[in-house]
């Protein structure tokens, strides 16, 4: 048997165990309780105007932006990549997201840091419920993920990412590890390609700090009055694991536009499960319209719309080359999204 074919059939031997893992942990009473549920939201234009259909790969994409998907498809970057994306997101929430990757021959490494700001909150307790403009808090999630990728044959190339992930809530935190791991599988000469990626499985998580901290106040015949130190123990929540399945095909039209469509299955541990597609056409390389269609096997329980919006346009500096995209997320509940980001590639 070929090497590649021999890959490939590791691939398929190991898909029926990973649903059947990911199908124990699917149930409406985990809806909503896992930890760091910031890990399961889109970032970046592309993505999110393609509703998170990139697990397959996609020629022409950044691989810093592509690896959000699946680590595997870093393999797309040809050369050296940088990337810069701010996302407004609910509640005047700002998402920072920085990316490098880098090409070695057959492999590709890739840094990413995605930062979560929440701004000043107003502190209210039950002895002062009162808001003050000069009593606040913070809060902020850091995620940094060290991505290794590498192409094994011709067609088929692996990914794996290791994230370490933080979170401060005034003043109690949690730290913990991540893995994403993933699979691309291209098709010959066809223009398809298929892609299997499993993102944020990891540790239990939790918190400590001094905020945590409750004095009981006792008492005794001798002393009186005194306090006893206590600390209150945060319950362990899981990561919210996700298993992605997806596939791309791009076909040129004419000399001047080509057409992607992609499609993506996604199995959350502790939300519903998505169904997604979404196209991207490009004229000429230099302009990029894209559109993306997310919809979930409960679909009363998501928040946002079902379809999103965006576009690139590709602005040639010398032998470099500078991406410009954009992508809007609407909201049936809160206000809608808007997402800004620029890819330098060398």
């Known amino acids: 048997m070929k090497k590649q074919y021999r890959h490939l059939v590791v691939v398929l031997a190991l898909l029926p165990g990973l649903v059947a893992f990911e199908a124990l942990g699917q149930s409406n009473e985990r809806f909503g309780t896992s930890a760091l549920s910031e890990l399961t939201v889109p970032v970046t234009p592309r993505t999110i105007s393609l509703a998170s259909t990139m697990t397959g790969g996609m020629n022409g994409a950044s691989g810093v932006e592509a690896l959000i998907s699946n680590p595997a498809a ?17 509640a005047d929430t700002g ?19 995605t930062s979560w700001d929440y701004g000043d909150i107003p502190e209210t307790t039950v ?37 370490g992930l933080s ?10 590890v991540a893995l994403d791991a993933g699979m691309t ?31 009981i106040v006792t008492s005794s015949s001798t002393v009186g009055d005194y306090e006893v130190p206590a600390e209150i123990r ?22 001047d536009m080509t057409a ?30 894209r559109g993306g269609v997310d919809v979930a096997t409960e679909q009363e329980l998501v928040h946002w719309s079902e379809w999103n919006v965006g576009g ?11 991406m410009v995209d954009y992508a809007y997320r609407p909201s049936k509940v809160f206000s809608s999204v808007n997402v800004f980001a620029a890819t330098f590639t060398l």
Not at 105 to 112: A, K
């Open 74 to 90: 870093i393999l797309v970057n040809q050369s050296t990549t940088a990337m810069f994306s701010r996302m407004n997101y609910i």
């Open 260 to 289: 992607t469509v992609l499609a993506n299955y996604r199995s959350n541990s502790y939300d519903v499960n998505q169904y997604a597609g979404g196209l991207e056409l490009n004229f000429q390389n230099l302009l990029f319209v």
């Open 312 to 322: 690139g346009l590709l602005l040639p500096i010398g032998p470099s080359r500078l």
């Open 95 to 113: 998402v920072n997201y920085f990316g490098v990757a880098q090409r070695f021959g057959s492999s590709n490494i890739g840094l990413t840091v």
């Open 127 to 163: 002895e002062n419920p009162e808001i003050d403009p000069n009593n606040t808090w913070s809060a902020a999630t850091i995620a940094v993920g060290l991505t290794y990728g590498r192409q094994l044959t011709d067609r088929i190339a692996a990914g794996i990412t290791f994230k």
């Open 234 to 255: 945060d319950v362990k929540s899981e990561l919210p694991s996700m298993l992605n399945f997806g596939a791309v095909y791009e076909r040129e039209f004419t000399s």
């Open 167 to 176: 979170q401060r809530i005034d003043d109690i935190d949690a730290r913990t």
């Open 185 to 215: 599988y291209i098709v010959g000469e066809s223009g398809l390609r298929f892609g299997v990626s499993l993102r944020n499985f990891g540790p239990q998580f939790s918190f400590n700090g001094v905020g945590l901290q409750d004095p």
